[in-house]
């Protein structure tokens, strides 16, 4: 089965944007000063590579350079057609004129000039459109009206749509392309980014879905308005996107830019957007997350059935059951860190049939110590967050042996808030030895970030289901353990910190890491007695990859019935029902 997480493609052999007012090519008009001197109509020009193409190939391939991969940049038309069903396009806000505040010489005649050469009223087309039959609001910047930059009217009809928008339930997606605030229009072109955020801030408290594309390139007032301003937020390869342009950042500081600064790759890096999309998966994967985030009632949106247990598999399992039931409580310590047990990925594919994942805290990077995204358990939506381990040392490295850093709390705080906004239960799997512990961590605010989601975390008005699959050390665990029901793996530990640092700090000695995880209740079977935890996932053997598909399972008619359980409570009660829990530990 495809998924959705498939539509994601991290793509770096693109084009260098290019920075010339309108540029757009392959698509100007013959003769103009854009076009590559060759024969009329037959080639054009590759903005990255400068290899000549036969524009027949390239307009197949998507605007997409068939050598290098390069990105052309396209007419609002054109994406429009690549995106919007066949003739459903119909443009709102039309008509709408600029003015001159600042009486600038000659800038009417700009826009007037511009009008002619580009067809188009002004920098933007937005209107009502189909996607796969869905209605939607589609705006598309476009870098031939004075490179997109925002004016007025540009900020006018922007907000008008989502007035609009707002009126009729419909979700917003803006392909931005600008250089930023329109400079002939002064503090005029200022207001608009204030403008903009405020009317899609009144979307967005209607529960509304708003997804900017991101294209190159995106900067100055456009990227610290509305095109940040997304509930996801995605981007074409190679993209640049900053709020400053890379030259007078270069030139301020005096010093030379890293590699791949400000490109779409670096953002999704550092926290930034959620994720890269190529061309010709756009219209599938807006068509995926609008379908995904239709509003459904309650959390019960089943399609499948459950076929029964053979007796003759049962019995297997029974007898599997004798063998390991009187593990100690370090031997259980042992397998819940066993590399080889499944980790939070493993189970995410397992369980749920679609998974896209989203990145970052939108602040400072992505933190690969936590992975989250949109998922779907069996027909109904669901919001995913798990503490991953790697397998080997490059991946551990890139996980940081899944010990979350601030940005990584911030990150599933982020998502879980979104799970809310759009009425999503949240699922979170649970395998750290603990919170990141170096000085980068406490810079960034380590203990505020965990404070923070423990704060959020007890009043959100969706359900919420934490487990416990491998390690829960502390409260790097509990930053994602505030749920409605904890549940824990039979192998896994909880603990208030490792029993080498529980007998080193009691008994001075941390070679008792034995006899303290006797003492210290860690496992699951402790804590459900002790009232922490509310389910034990049976391991017939140590989970492994073997019997991952049969604890999937389990885990997936336990999930159908938690939400079940959850069904039709009000989102104040799910969250009274929270406080209730820990109120009594």
């Known amino acids: 089965m495809s998924r959705l997480k498939d539509l994601f493609k991290k793509t770096t052999n693109v084009q260098e944007p290019e920075t010339e007012e309108s540029k757009v090519p392959g698509e100007e008009t013959p003769g103009s000063e854009n076009t590559p001197s060759v024969p009329e109509g037959l080639w054009v020009k590759c903005?990255?590579?400068?290899?000549?193409?036969?524009?027949?190939?390239?307009?197949?391939?998507?605007?997409?350079?068939?050598?290098?991969?390069?990105?052309?940049?396209?007419?609002?038309?054109?994406?429009?057609?690549?995106?919007a069903d066949k003739g459903s396009f119909q443009e709102w806000c039309t008509g709408l004129h600029t003015f001159n505040p600042l009486d600038y010489p000659e800038y009417e005649e700009k826009i007037a000039k511009q009008q002619e050469k580009?067809?188009?009223?002004?920098?933007?087309?937005?209107?009502?459109?189909?996607?796969?039959?869905?209605?939607?609001?589609?705006?598309?910047?476009?870098?031939?009206?004075?490179?997109?930059?925002?004016?007025?009217?540009?900020?006018?009809k922007i907000t008008r749509s989502f007035e609009r928008a707002t009126e009729e339930k419909l979700p917003v997606i803006l392909f931005c392309c600008s250089g930023g605030a329109r400079m002939q229009e002064g503090m005029v072109s200022l207001m608009q980014m204030a403008k903009t955020s405020a009317a899609i801030k009144r979307h967005s408290e209607a529960g509304l879905l708003y997804i900017p594309v991101l294209t190159d390139p995106t900067t100055g007032g456009v990227t610290a308005s509305f095109?940040?301003?997304?509930?996801?937020?995605?981007?074409?390869?190679?993209?640049?996107?900053?709020?400053?342009?890379?030259?007078?950042?270069?030139?301020?500081?005096?010093?030379?830019?890293?590699?791949?600064?400000?490109?779409?790759?670096?953002?999704?890096?550092?926290?930034i957007i959620d994720g890269i999309v190529t061309r010709n998966l756009l219209k599938k994967?807006?068509?995926?997350?609008?379908?995904?985030?239709?509003?459904?009632?309650?959390?019960?949106?089943?399609?499948?059935?459950?076929?029964?247990?053979?007796?003759?598999?049962?019995?297997?399992?029974?007898?599997?059951?004798?063998?390991?039931?009187?593990?100690?409580?370090?031997?259980?310590?042992?397998?819940?860190?066993?590399?080889?047990r499944p980790t939070s990925l493993d189970y995410i594919e397992t369980v749920f049939e679609e998974f896209m994942e989203l990145h970052g805290d939108r602040a400072f990077r992505d933190d690969g110590a936590i992975v989250g995204g949109l998922a779907v358990?069996?027909?109904?939506?669901?919001?995913?967050?798990?503490?991953?381990?790697?397998?080997?040392?490059?991946?551990?490295?890139?996980?940081?042996?899944?010990?979350?850093?601030?940005?990584?709390?911030?990150?599933?705080?982020?998502?879980?808030k979104q799970a809310e906004k759009f009425n999503r239960p949240v699922i979170?799997?649970?395998?750290?030895?603990?919170?990141?512990?170096?000085?980068?961590?406490?810079?960034?605010?380590?203990g505020e970030a965990i404070a923070r989601n423990l704060l959020e975390m007890s009043d959100l008005?969706?359900?919420?289901?934490?487990?416990?699959?491998?390690?829960?050390?502390?409260?790097?665990?509990?930053?994602?353990?505030?749920?409605?029901?904890?549940?824990?793996?039979?192998?896994?530990?909880?603990?208030?910190?490792?029993?080498?640092?529980?007998?080193?700090?009691?008994?001075?000695?941390?070679?008792?890491?034995?006899?303290?995880?006797?003492?210290?209740?860690?496992?699951?079977?402790?804590?459900?007695?002790?009232?922490?935890?509310?389910?034990?996932?049976?391991?017939?053997?140590?989970?492994?990859?073997?019997?991952?598909?049969?604890?999937?399972?389990?885990?997936?008619?336990?999930?159908?019935?938690?939400?079940?359980?959850?069904e039709g409570k009000t989102p104040e009660e799910l969250a009274a029902l929270r406080y209730k829990r820990f109120r009594k530990m």
Not at 286 to 295: A, I, Q, T
Not at 541 to 549: K, R, S, T
């Open 461 to 566: 008005k969706v359900p919420v289901l934490s487990i416990v699959i491998g390690e829960g050390g502390s409260g790097g665990a509990l930053a994602l353990g505030v749920g409605n029901e904890v549940w824990m793996m039979e192998n896994a530990t909880y603990s208030v910190l490792s029993p080498e640092g529980f007998a080193s700090i009691l008994w001075k000695d941390s070679k008792r890491a034995k006899e303290a995880a006797e003492v210290m209740k860690i496992t699951a079977r402790d804590l459900k007695n002790l009232g922490i935890i509310e389910h034990v996932i049976p391991e017939d053997i140590p989970a492994c990859a073997q019997n991952l598909p049969e604890i999937a399972e389990d885990m997936k008619n336990r999930m159908h019935q938690f939400l079940s359980e959850m």
């Open 118 to 156: 580009t067809h188009l009223e002004e920098a933007i087309r937005i209107g009502e459109a189909r996607i796969d039959g869905t209605r939607v609001v589609l705006g598309v910047c476009d870098a031939r009206f004075l490179m997109g930059s925002m004016g007025y009217v540009v900020g006018e």
């Open 377 to 416: 358990l069996d027909g109904q939506p669901v919001t995913v967050i798990g503490v991953q381990k790697g397998r080997n040392t490059k991946d551990n490295i890139l996980r940081n042996f899944g010990m979350p850093s601030p940005e990584g709390y911030r990150k599933a705080l982020r998502l879980m």
């Open 285 to 340: 994967t807006l068509s995926g997350l609008v379908k995904f985030h239709e509003r459904k009632n309650g959390y019960c949106q089943f399609t499948r059935i459950t076929l029964p247990e053979m007796a003759e598999e049962g019995e297997k399992k029974r007898r599997r059951r004798n063998r390991d039931k009187n593990m100690t409580a370090w031997e259980r310590v042992e397998t819940a860190r066993d590399s080889k």
């Open 428 to 446: 979170n799997f649970i395998d750290t030895p603990g919170a990141f512990c170096g000085i980068e961590a406490e810079e960034r605010g380590q």
């Open 227 to 271: 095109a940040m301003l997304g509930d996801i937020i995605l981007a074409e390869p190679g993209a640049l996107i900053g709020f400053a342009g890379p030259r007078v950042i270069a030139q301020t500081i005096g010093q030379k830019l890293p590699e791949g600064f400000q490109k779409a790759e670096f953002l999704v890096e550092h926290g």
């Open 47 to 83: 903005p990255k590579c400068g290899e000549l193409l036969y524009k027949e190939d390239v307009v197949k391939n998507d605007y997409v350079c068939p050598k290098c991969k390069g990105y052309f940049r396209i007419k609002a038309k054109t994406r429009i057609r690549m995106v």
